[in-house]
């Protein structure tokens, strides 16, 4: 390989931020995004696993695929629903043919790689507003040019706060700018996501739901109006140039989005104050009702010992280093599950206190 790619991997080994493959298996759970235990359930044995032949737009649209999305459709009171084979395939497709040359993407600092990655993508201009402030949100939206998107995500996921969706709505109606939010980790866990829980999609361009999470199984989609669907079927180059995902898995997305969720959704916000009862409250840093839940630490080796001990302890627990999070906020993430037991969350809130 390239001596300059050699350097580069040198340079986070020395650093002490290089990632590198693990799996956990047989340790305790605190750090998957499947926050209702769905991904462990066991799908149909009978179902038929074939694959979906090719693309969308050439032999991929299996009847399984059409009557998915007019149910999602339905099922989030949206306009019409459009399925990607990821959240990052989504939010690329979207960022990247959306937005035209002269339009203005604004976008909170902390959103995901994969709104980035679609903006990098975008030949409209785009500039970050501080995270969660209306305040610089409003300062950039009278700054901007062309037509203007706001993009946000409603739980932020390597934080764990909730961004102040109705207020950035109204904003937006105020200054006539699109919003679109990423739904990924809070749909499934509050209701169907928090645009739904606020009662505003007529006030939101598109939402993203991912079926990764939460919802635990796979795939993604882009809810909004059926002349947007239509725009991204013919631009969004992430869902025409790939293969669609498989019969099965339209199935699947079905199924687990039917299950009556408000149980779980109970017994995961009963464990998410029973770990923060434990933590000492300067400590707390993501909102009161989200799974994900961050140990701000703010140095790379302190964190990675700490990660260490809880590993060693059985807790699966991933640190957080730069480029994931800024150099200088590093941080344990914790995620909290349904199926996590009283004991197995106290002992790891001991172990991090
Ligand atoms: C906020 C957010 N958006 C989008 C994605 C991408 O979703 P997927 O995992 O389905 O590609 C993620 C995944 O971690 C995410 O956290």
Redesign the pocket.
């Known amino acids: 390989m390239d001596a300059k790619l050699i350097c580069k991997l040198n340079e986070r080994m020395k650093e002490g931020t290089l990632r590198s493959l693990s799996c956990f298996d047989g340790m305790t759970d605190f750090f998957s995004n499947d926050y209702l235990g769905l991904a462990r359930q066991p799908f149909s044995p009978t179902e038929d696993y074939s694959g979906s032949t090719g693309s969308r737009l050439i032999s991929g649209t299996s009847k399984e695929a059409l009557e998915c999305e007019s149910f999602l459709a339905h099922n989030f009171d949206a306009e019409a629903a459009l399925i990607f084979n ?3 395939d989504a ?1 690329l497709g979207f960022f990247s043919s959306v937005p035209q040359k002269g339009d203005t993407i604004i976008f909170d600092q902390l959103i ?1 790689a ?1 709104v980035r990655d679609g903006i990098r993508l975008s030949p409209a201009k785009a500039f970050s507003f501080t995270h969660n402030s209306l305040e610089d949100l409003e300062k950039k939206l009278r700054l901007a040019e062309g037509t203007m998107y706001v993009a946000v ?1 409603s739980l932020y ?1 390597m934080d764990g706060d909730l961004a102040p969706l109705k207020e950035i709505a109204d904003l937006c109606v105020q200054y006539k700018a699109y919003l679109i939010v ?1 739904e ?2 809070a749909a499934g866990v509050f209701g169907k996501g928090l645009v739904d829980e606020l009662g505003i999609s007529d006030l939101v361009f598109a939402r ?1 739901v ?1 079926f ?1 999470k939460a919802y635990g199984a796979h795939g ?1 989609a882009i809810l909004g109006s059926l002349e947007l669907k239509d725009y991204l079927v013919n631009f969004a180059r992430s869902f025409i140039y790939t293969t669609a995902l498989p019969p099965s898995a339209y199935h699947l997305i079905q199924q687990r989005c039917v299950v009556d969720l408000a149980s779980l959704q109970d017994q995961l916000q009963q464990n998410i104050r029973i770990f923060r009862k434990m933590i000492s409250s300067e400590r707390l840093y993501s909102d009161a009702r989200s799974p994900i839940q961050i140990i701000p630490i703010g140095d790379i080796t302190k964190t990675r010992v700490l990660a260490e001990k809880l590993q060693a302890a059985g807790f699966a627990v991933k640190p957080i280093y730069s480029p994931t999070v800024p150099k200088g906020d590093e941080r344990i993430r914790i995620c909290i599950h349904s199926f996590n037991s009283e004991e197995e969350i106290v002992r790891l809130a001991t172990l991090l206190n």
């Open positions: 990821s959240g990052y939010n995901h994969s995500e996921s990423d990924a980790h993203l991912t990764g993604a």
